[in-house]
Every structure is written in C-alpha cells, then in structure tokens.
C-alpha cells in the first residue's frame, strides 16, 4: 500500500524537513506486522514528493490475528489498502511530523501549505459520499476514482476500493492527523485491539477539528470499533473540552460583526424586510435555518400570522440559548405547539425540513465552505423544496463604508466568503433555474448610489406558486 504526500511550495524540498528524512536516501523500517520504506519519487525547489510505502507480511498477520477474525487466511486483502496499518506506519514513521515538531525549522511547521496527497488503494465503506463527508468539511478538495472489482472482467462491477486524492492548503501536521484518524475510519475496522487508550489516540490526534466536524458522531463510532460506551466517552470528552473555547469564540466574532453594523442597526431591518416578504406571500409555517440563539424565531413566534414556527441550528449550544430565549417550559401548551426547535445540518436532507410553507436562511450561507453549497441547495432547494425561500447575506461592495472595518476584510471571522451584487445574484438565478424556482432581490439597509446596501436579499418562489397567484389575479 502506498502513500504520498507532494507539495509544490517553493523551495518545496523543505517537506523532506518536516518530515526528517532525507531525500537521497530510502529509509526502512520494521513494524510488527512488516516493514515501511519512506523514499522521495521527487525533491527539488519546486516539486517535491515523500512515498510511504507498506510492505505487509501476510504470514505475520495470520499467526498474530486477533483470534482469527477476518484474518485467518493467507490471501487477503490487508497487504493492499490503506487501513488501520497505514495509521500506525504514519504514527511510527513520520511521528514528529504528526505531533507538529521540527529541530530545525517550527516556523515551517505552524505553516499552512499546498499539499496533495495520494493513496493508491482506499477501502470505503460507504463510497464517494462518504469520502466527501468526511474529507470536505476539512477543506479538502477530492479526486477519486472508484476501482473495479477486475480490470479484465467489467461485468463484475466495481468494488468498495477507491484511488483517493486530496488537495488543500493545510499544515503537514494536520494532514497527517485526519488521514490517520479517518483512513480506519472509511475501513470501518481495524486490526488491533481497542480499549480506552484509543479515546486518548482520538482525543489527541483529533484535537482543532474533531469537535466542529458534522460527522464526529460517524467518525467515534467507527475509530472505536462500534463500541458505544467508548464512543460516548469520546464524545464527552470532546464537548468538556471544546464547548468553553467555542463558545468564547463565537461570542467574540458576532459581537464583532454587531459592532460593525450596530450603526445602521442591520439586525432589526433585516428582520423587517424578511417578515415583509412573509406577509406578502401569506405565509402561515416557516422554518428559520442556522436559528443560532433564536433571535428571529422569538420576533416570528410572537406574529400571530405563523401557525407554526420552527427553528433549525448545527450548534446544540445555540439551540440551548434559543431555548431559553423563548421561554418555551413556560409556554401554555396550545402555544408551545406552534414553535419546535431542533439540531441538524443544512448539508444533509432531513424530514423535519418538510412542510413548511417558507424556508429562511439570515446571514447564514456565507458561514459555509464555497464547496457545501451545492449540498444546501440541494436539502433546501430540492428535498425540502418550500413554497418560499429568503436568503439574506452581506453586500461585500459596501463593506469600504464601515470606518471600522480594515480594507478587504470581512464583517464576520467565520464568514468563508462575502459576495459582491453580482455574485450573489448570478448564483441565486441558478439556484433558480435548476430547482424549478424564480427569484427576486431586494436591498437591505440604506442603499448607496455605488456601493448598493449593506445587506442583500433573493426571495425564491417556486414557479407553480406565481402561476397560481397570476391565474388568481386574472380571476379577480
């Protein structure tokens, strides 16, 4: 099984520092379960390229499997594919490298850089979908190709393997932290024993990004062997020690935000013009997605137009907060009907997203990875599939306004992007067009003669709905 990691930063030969292995020589060795070679195909300024290759010894696997589970033969396919050996080969081999230390250069180390890396032969339970799951949310961008079962026999189908390659500017360390915790993880197996000493393992080397990830849930579960006790036991360790750190954080970035727009009082006309819209459209249910701490839903439940008001947030945390913005354990009854709140992704379809009458998405996409769009207009757009879409996001043309805001920088530490007029408008009207929608925008805030308003709104209806309301209107 092979790996390899390229980088075309230049002088890119430092990667042979990083990793403390020099590039004129092979450098082996012995595992207990075979042996690892590290040699570079490539090292010079401009492209350099370390190989980890395995070199499994199927005899050994054999007379030290765990009580000959999955194991027992003498073929099969461990010698391969990248799985929970190719874990250990990088936590042995490339050790320093992984625990982010260099002798010789930490700067280098604490450095975001171009790599690429390669593995030639990935099991995937779960296939493409998975791969993406687990991989994008890190900022990778993905190449795979499926592999066929045989070459020479098509008819065969194609099999659970697949030929990975992943892209992004990402510390060497980090790298090699989300591929050792998440190529056993895609394998859904692994060949040693696991006890509590693996929590720690997960705990560690997922440290920075497990706690935030959409599907740490997915990734415990299998890293621990399905065994749940430890995969909640990871799970709670990993809430005591983010939560604190996050919620600092989040509390610092949207008093930020606020404090840039406080003086046109943004968060107020955004409110207006969305209620606006629902009152014009007749709206009687609506879901508020990325709720946060319900500020909204609080302003839409106490409008008696909304037979059924709903909010939906990734972040327990928020959905805490909103909670107990909204009074909800002192609610009558009869009135607690009308409003729910629930925990979800707008990556991934969900039934509770159906039914209602309109969707409303404020100040929320721009918080998402240009590359997860598509996934929200397909959950919002087509599966949930409302009468009404508004999405509202901040104009990045007015953002030389603020005195406060330095040139070039966004409003929000979290935004992934702010777009101009006409970005946002080209990407609404193919939203539109491909999900059987119209659109229409409307300026939010004080609009200037060059720089437009400081926040945007598209209102998505669908098609059916006009004609109804047009065919209604001729009537009349």
């Not at 005899?59 to 050996?85: A, H, I, M, T, W």
């Not at 190529?183 to 060949?191: A, C, G, N, T």
């Not at 415990?220 to 399905?226: F, Q, W």
């Not at 945007?456 to 059916?464: G, L």
Request: proline share 4%; hydrophobic share 35%; aromatic share 8%.
């Amino acid at each position: 099984m092979l790996l390899t990691i390229s980088t075309l930063r230049h002088p890119a030969n430092d990667l042979s520092l990083l990793l403390l292995k020099n590039p004129d020589n092979v450098h082996s060795f012995e595992l207990g379960f075979g042996k690892a070679h590290v040699f570079f195909s490539e090292s010079s300024a401009e492209n350099c390229t370390a190989c980890l290759l395995l070199d499994v010894d199927s005899v050994k696997l054999v007379r030290g499997s765990r009580g000959g589970e999955g194991l027992e033969q003498y073929v099969n396919d461990r010698p391969y594919v990248c799985s929970s050996f190719m874990s250990v080969a990088i936590a042995q081999v490339y050790g320093s490298a992984l625990s982010g230390k260099c002798k010789f250069n930490q700067e280098l180390v604490d450095c975001a850089l171009p790599l690429v890396a390669h593995l030639s032969v990935l099991p995937c339970r779960g296939g493409e979908e998975l791969l993406r799951l687990l991989f994008e949310p890190l900022g990778y961008s993905l190449t795979c190709r499926r592999l066929p079962l045989d070459e020479k026999f098509p008819e065969w189908g194609e099999s659970r393997y697949f030929s990975l390659e992943l892209s992004a500017e990402v510390k060497l360390k980090d790298l090699l932290s989300h591929l050792y915790v998440l190529i056993p993880v895609l394998d859904d197996d692994k060949h040693y024993y696991v006890d509590e000493a693996e929590v720690e393992k997960l705990l560690r080397h997922g440290q920075g990004w497990l706690a935030n990830h959409p599907q740490k849930n997915l990734i415990s579960r299998r890293y621990l062997a399905h065994q749940q006790s430890l995969a909640r036991l990871a799970l709670s360790r990993l809430v005591e020690e983010d939560l604190d750190d996050l919620e600092e954080k989040d509390e610092r970035l949207n008093l930020q935000e606020e404090q840039v727009e406080r003086s046109l009082s943004l968060n107020e006309q955004r409110m207006q013009s969305v209620f606006a819209v629902l009152q014009r459209h007749e709206v009687r249910s609506v879901v508020d997605l990325g709720c946060g701490e319900g500020r909204y839903l609080k302003e839409l439940f106490e409008q008696r137009q909304f037979d059924l008001v709903a909010g939906m947030d990734v972040s327990p945390t928020a959905l805490e907060k909103a909670h107990d913005r909204l009074r909800l354990e002192r609610l009558p009854e009869r009135m607690r009907e009308r409003i729910s709140l629930f925990q979800g992704s707008l990556m991934y379809r969900d039934e509770r997203l159906r039914g209602f009458d309109a969707a409303i998405c404020v100040e929320v996409i721009e918080h998402m990875e240009l590359s997860r769009l598509p996934s929200f207009e397909h959950t919002v757009f087509h599966f949930a599939a409302p009468e009404l879409v508004v999405i509202s996001t901040p104009n990045f043309e007015y953002n030389r306004k603020f005195e406060s805001l330095p040139a070039g920088k966004f409003r929000h530490g979290d935004h992934r992007f702010e777009w101009t007029r006409e970005q946002f408008q080209n990407w609404a009207k193919s939203v539109a067009e491909r999900s059987n929608y119209q659109v229409y925008f409307e300026p939010i805030g004080p609009v200037d003669t060059e720089c437009g308003a400081p926040t945007q709104m598209a209102v998505f209806s669908r098609q059916a709905q006009l004609e109804a309301q047009s065919s209604k209107g001729e009537h009349n």
